[in-house]
């Protein structure tokens, strides 16, 4: 079982660039699709970005061109650089875990291990 911890969130100005990460621990992370959802209060759960076990990243268009999603196998990290922020961009960050993803997938209950999540504040 695989236990996933995100960190890099805080305030930023609308227009500046800010790293989130994605630590995991107890399992291999390479054996697993990862992808980022966000939710502001009130809202559903938004996919933000998905990054298969290959290596295959596919992003919603709200971010496409904006943010980058990478993994770093052997330090067992995500990683989600996002430039270009606004204000629609603020909510928590959640990264979170799918044993044996093969192909990107998009929605939130197919994945079964989520870390607590980190805000992400675009100030206007």
């Known amino acids: 079982q695989v236990r996933l911890m995100e960190s890099g969130g805080g305030l930023v100005q609308a227009g500046a660039s800010l790293g989130l990460s994605c630590s995991a621990s107890g399992d291999t992370l390479s054996g697993y699709a990862v992808a980022w959802f966000r939710q502001t209060p009130g809202e559903r759960r938004e996919f933000v970005a998905t990054?298969?076990?290959?290596?295959?990243?596919s992003y919603a268009d709200a971010v496409k061109g904006r943010f980058t999603m990478s993994r770093d196998n052997a330090e067992n990290m995500i990683y989600q650089q996002m430039n270009s922020l606004k204000p629609d961009d603020s909510a928590i960050y959640s990264c979170a875990a799918k044993y044996g993803g093969n192909f990107a997938v998009y929605t939130a209950p197919n994945y079964d291990y989520w870390g607590q999540g980190t805000q992400v504040t675009v100030s206007s």
């Open positions: 990054i298969t076990k290959n290596g295959y990243t």
